[in-house]
């Protein structure tokens, strides 16, 4: 018998993803079981390509019979509305879906619309419904009142290394490089500092994967308008060691996405110390406390994001508070041993053991 992770990631790019291997590597480890992953659907069918991509992928609907339990993807519902439709209608195989963030609040005004329509549907067969976060499973438990929700919070080091030799005026932003993660409103921030402050030396370090290149030159081309092209450099993805030499060096962590399911990078940036400063939005206010354990900037203000980074910049009584509440946010964390009870309660229940 089998295990099914629908278009599953080629590599761990984004915290779900990593995620998402910790879940489906223990699952094996637990289970006995044989795990298949089936490829990327962005992959397989880029461009045009999508519009046949929803018949092709029913491909996978004859192997299902041999499945224990098929996992869909919670970004692949363009592509698997109608496979989801015909598991469901067979009922040959236990199905769940792990939900970082619901996708359809990416989009505005009929898209939003037609979007949340198809991911609400494809959903709404699975047996099970699995978060990583308190903020997502709010979502899940208004739109599915009477679905088995399964709470597996993420696991942590409960690590708390902060550097004593950061640079003042330093800033670091880790994540990919697209629309979603608001680095538009972070380039125009750092624009308004160099006005109202021309006297500061300010650097920021934007670490990550391209995943929007038409994005990636507007902020180039905004970064030149507003003079601080020079003050923000694009390293890409980097080796461990030079992130975490980014880490040492960074005074502000700095993450202004604009929808996030959790924010794992944002612990990663606690367990080194590093203050960070976020947009007052989806999953955030459930991690951050303004002042506390970070900066809440008001959504979408690049003057609000800015006079947060302001308030950190060379306070070190500011940070020293924050870096308390910080240490306790990491102690709060699930550990991995929380993390695999979880799945094996999971597992059992979902497989009669």
């Keep these: 018998m089998r295990i099914f992770n629908l278009s599953y990631h080629d590599k761990a790019i984004t915290g779900g993803h990593k995620y998402n291997d910790l879940f489906s590597d223990y699952l094996h480890q637990i289970s006995h079981r044989q795990v298949i992953n089936t490829p990327s659907c962005t992959r397989l069918y880029p461009s045009w390509r999508k519009i046949y991509a929803p018949f092709a992928e029913l491909k996978w609907l004859k192997a299902f019979h041999a499945g224990d339990l098929l996992f869909y993807n919670d970004t692949s519902h363009k592509y698997h509305v109608l496979l989801a439709l015909l598991v469901a209608m067979r009922r040959k195989i236990d199905t769940a879906v792990i939900i970082h963030h619901f996708d359809y609040l990416n989009y505005k005004g009929v898209a939003r619309f037609l979007n949340f329509i198809i991911q609400y549907f494809y959903y709404l067969p699975c047996k099970t419904i699995i978060v990583p976060s308190p903020y997502t499973q709010d979502l899940a438990k208004r739109l599915y009142p009477h679905k088995d929700i399964r709470y597996i919070p993420i696991p942590f080091q409960k690590a708390f290394h902060p550097s004593e030799t950061y640079e003042t005026g330093r800033f670091l932003y880790v994540g990919t490089i697209e629309e979603r993660k608001g680095l538009?409103?972070?380039?125009?921030?750092m624009g308004l500092i160099r006005r109202q402050h021309p006297e500061m030396n300010l650097m920021l370090d934007v670490v990550g994967k391209i995943k929007d290149e038409h994005y990636y030159q507007n902020l180039l081309a905004r970064a030149e308008a507003l003079d601080v092209k020079g003050m923000i450099h694009f390293r890409g993805r980097v080796s461990d060691e030079e992130l975490e030499d980014l880490y040492q060096k960074a005074e502000v962590f700095t993450f202004p996405s604009l929808l996030e399911g959790f924010g794992m990078v944002i612990v990663e940036a606690m367990n080194k110390g590093v203050p960070p400063v976020v947009f007052d939005n989806s999953a955030?206010?459930?991690?951050?406390?303004?002042?506390?354990?970070?900066?809440?900037?008001?959504?979408?203000?690049?003057?609000?994001?800015?006079?947060?980074?302001?308030?950190?910049?060379?306070n070190k009584t500011l940070r020293s508070h924050i870096q308390t509440g910080m240490k306790a946010t990491i102690d709060h964390q699930a550990s991995m041993e929380d993390f695999k009870e979880s799945i094996k309660t999971f597992y059992q229940t979902r497989i009669g053991l």
């Design 184 to 189: 538009l409103y972070l380039v125009e921030a």
């Design 284 to 314: 955030m206010p459930y991690l951050i406390k303004d002042g506390v354990n970070g900066m809440l900037a008001v959504n979408k203000s690049v003057e609000s994001f800015a006079q947060k980074l302001l308030e950190l910049t060379g």
